[in-house]
């Protein structure tokens, strides 16, 4: 079997940006919500889809907040999208999958967890994260544990990261430690872009195996020499950001395997949708649960 593991926080955004406005007849925006509801049921009805869990930033700002002030936050988020986080996960709760809201820690913390969990059960063919975020590229491991752009329908194995950024997946922390991550709100190290970083990483693989001496680094020596300075200038700096973006693994998932098997939606889905505004959408479900 394939797990199926939903960054919940990319598709309602995607949502919000992507699928046309829609308001209730109470007058809210849920055109997001129903966005992310049509997606999810292709999703569900797609071959092979059985195990599926869906993990949403129930609120935006996390633990990583605290150790870095810059961090992102919901500020300058539109209203109208941050109102539907809670109802989101209602309504992909009635749609009968395993929902992670995450308060202290983030999505992408959960969807670690969940792959760490996961990974080593013998009936789990493939974990496949549904996520274009770079971050969780760290979590890929051969072809086991792939990241799905379903959007675009790209799938990233263990060779495609390298392929992509230029290092393995388990350099992908000190990587966007030294380019930074404008979506999570760190700038990285000054002077470090892109090519640099793999450039560098690509032979040592994390920031505390890089030589002090530049001229080992096999970049041209002045550029080295730049790079090394603001590295030597920054290295609290760069492992900080590298803490923040290191996913974690302990987050506290309670579900086991055989909770993330698809059983169908639940009732309380068709009031949803009316509510909603939406009474087709019920109509195409294949599934019913019993319970």
Sequence with gaps: MKVHLIDGTYELFRNHFGAPPKQAPDGREV?????????LLMLLTSPGVTHVACAFDHIIESFRNELYPGYKTGAGVDQNLLAQFPLAEEAV??????????VEFEAD?????????FKNEVSVEQIVICSPDKDLAQLVSGSRI????????IILDEAGVLEKFGVRPQSIPDW????????????GIPGW??????????????????????????????RAARLAQSLDQGQEEALLFRRLATLREDVPIR????????QGAREQLKEICNRLGDEGLPKRIPRWRQD
Aim: glycine letters at 12%; hydrophobic letters at 45%.
């Design 255 to 262: 579900e086991k395997l055989g909770d993330l098997e698809w």
């Design 146 to 153: 792939v990241c799905w752009d379903r959007r675009r329908d």
């Design 109 to 117: 913390d959960a969807l670690a967890a969940a792959a760490a969990r």
């Design 31 to 39: 055109g997001a919500t129903l966005g992310l509801l049509r997606g």
């Design 176 to 187: 966007l430690a030294l380019v930074g991550d404008s979506a999570d709100g760190f700038p």
């Design 193 to 222: 872009g892109a090519k640099s970083a793999s450039a560098v990483l690509s032979r040592y693989e994390h920031l505390e195996a890089i030589p002090d001496d530049p001229q080992t680094w096999g970049l041209g020596f002045s």
């Design 93 to 102: 709760s009635a749609l009968g999958l395993v929902v992670w809201p995450m």
